[in-house]
């Protein structure tokens, strides 16, 4: 709670006191007001936290820019209320520890919120969280739903719960066995996996082959798979373990009629000698895909080439992933009154019932009816038969159902549980 000083009449107290709380005054006696660490008259400063090194770094190359992009963009257009939205980053190197230490840096460099995007953030939350740091991202795990101070216009794992929507879109495209290839070393997979799997049995798709795929040779994994008769591949996994079962079950002569990954939105893959390996499958996506033209779309891709030029294609998830993380902490900052605190700031955000990111995301979210929704829409694009682009499935975003809660994960998803931490995002 800041206090307040008298600086001339009641009025006027009263109005400064509303707004922001005391500072202190300056030697001509003129007193000063500050609002919460990182606000200042004209600035605003957020912190920027992900992995630009180590194991994952790849997936997350595109983050930084987008956000800086729309932060300029904003800043172009007079900022928030009169301030400047500045940055300050971080590299969390793909690790948890890391992540801790630069998330408490960035704290004590000043960053009024910070801007998450990452695979590592299991440590950094509970003390995020007891700080009352608003943390603003993707949400790579599903305790982001555990800390009211965390925000997320995405949540694809859970728990507890799975939807329909991955099992009604293998059945709309032929597939009636499916294999599911996981990374046991990350948590993300293991839930992802359990996810799809109930997902397809929702559909009437049974999953003949699930397990988990480290240290066992390709080639012994895609026999093992193609024994099975499975029709459908969904890859748990990151994207080049996955292109790798792709090349070698067409190299053996059973290519997969349907083959489906959460990674890998990225025209930079198609323009690598991997294109044809990935041609026919499918990615589906939290946001509506930019090939569908929107005016969001256009407006993305035109702030993208003035303020973030080193990032080419922009096409690549990362870049929106950090663009619509930007938009999200700059609606929050909307709710708020000349000088925002913390804690309002989380209830401010906490408050909108209605953010779609200016028309990206496929449907509306209300932040006040709970965390840790579920995604229950996608937008499926699919690699063009040549493999140098993206192509739009369906007339619209496919929206399904929640399945009921399982009681258990499956035999093989809890004995690789047993030795995963809690960190890992192949969803980006």
């Known amino acids: 709670m800041f206090r307040s000083k008298l600086i001339g009449t009641a009025l006027a107290t009263a109005a400064l006191v509303s707004a922001c709380g005391a500072g202190g005054s300056t030697q001509s006696g003129t007193a000063t007001w500050t609002c919460a660490p990182g606000v200042t008259d004209d600035e605003i400063t957020v912190g920027v936290l992900y992995p630009d090194s180590g194991a994952m770094s790849a997936q997350y190359t595109g983050y930084r820019s987008g956000v800086e992009a729309r932060m300029a963009e904003q800043n172009a257009a007079g900022g928030v209320g009169g301030r400047r939205i500045t940055t300050i980053w971080r590299d969390d190197e793909s690790n948890a520890g890391v992540n801790l230490r630069a998330a408490k840096d960035l704290v004590t460099a000043g960053a009024f919120a910070i801007l998450e995007h990452t695979a590592y953030s299991?440590?950094?939350?509970?003390?995020?969280?007891?700080?009352?740091?608003?943390?603003?991202?993707?949400?790579?795990?599903?305790?982001?739903?555990?800390?009211?101070?965390?925000?997320?216009?995405?949540?694809?794992?859970?728990?507890?719960?799975?939807?329909?929507?991955?099992?009604?879109?293998?059945?709309?495209?032929?597939?009636?066995?499916?294999?599911?290839?996981?990374?046991?070393?990350?948590?993300?997979?293991?839930?992802?996996?359990?996810?799809?799997?109930?997902?397809?049995?929702?559909?009437?798709?049974?999953?003949?082959?699930?397990?988990?795929?480290?240290?066992?040779?390709?080639?012994?994994?895609?026999?093992?798979?193609?024994?099975?008769?499975?029709?459908?591949?969904?890859?748990?996994?990151?994207?080049?373990?996955?292109?790798?079962?792709?090349?070698?079950?067409?190299?053996?002569?059973?290519?997969?009629?349907?083959?489906?990954?959460?990674?890998?939105?990225?025209?930079?893959?198609?323009?690598?000698?991997?294109?044809q390996a990935l041609a026919g499958t499918y990615t589906p996506l939290p946001f509506t895909a930019l090939e569908r033209g929107l005016p969001a779309h256009r407006d993305y891709l035109s702030a993208m080439t003035r303020h973030a030029p080193e990032i080419q294609p922009p096409s690549q998830q990362s870049a929106v992933n950090g663009w619509i993380s930007a938009d999200l902490f700059l609606r929050g900052l909307r709710t708020q009154g000349h000088c925002p605190t913390r804690d309002s700031y989380i209830r401010g955000l906490r408050g909108v019932t209605d953010y779609d990111a200016g028309g990206l995301l496929t449907q509306k979210i209300n932040f006040s009816a709970g965390q840790g929704q579920l995604d229950r829409c996608a937008d499926f694009v699919r690699v063009s038969a040549t493999g140098d682009v993206f192509e739009v499935v369906e007339p619209q975003p496919r929206c399904g159902e929640l399945v009921p809660a399982a009681p258990a994960v499956t035999a093989a998803t809890a004995a690789a549980q047993d030795g995963a931490g809690r960190s890992g995002h192949l969803l980006t």
């Open 122 to 275: 299991e440590q950094s939350a509970p003390w995020l969280d007891q700080q009352h740091i608003p943390v603003v991202g993707v949400a790579d795990q599903p305790l982001w739903a555990d800390h009211p101070n965390m925000f997320t216009y995405t949540y694809v794992t859970d728990d507890t719960e799975a939807t329909t929507t991955l099992g009604q879109f293998v059945q709309s495209r032929g597939g009636t066995r499916a294999a599911l290839i996981i990374t046991s070393a990350t948590r993300a997979s293991l839930l992802y996996a359990e996810s799809a799997r109930r997902s397809l049995a929702a559909a009437g798709i049974p999953v003949v082959f699930e397990e988990p795929i480290d240290g066992i040779t390709m080639p012994d994994v895609v026999g093992r798979i193609v024994r099975t008769g499975a029709d459908t591949l969904v890859a748990a996994t990151s994207l080049d373990i996955y292109i790798g079962a792709l090349i070698t079950a067409a190299e053996r002569g059973h290519p997969f009629g349907t083959a489906v990954s959460p990674a890998g939105y990225d025209m930079r893959v198609l323009a690598s000698g991997l294109r």
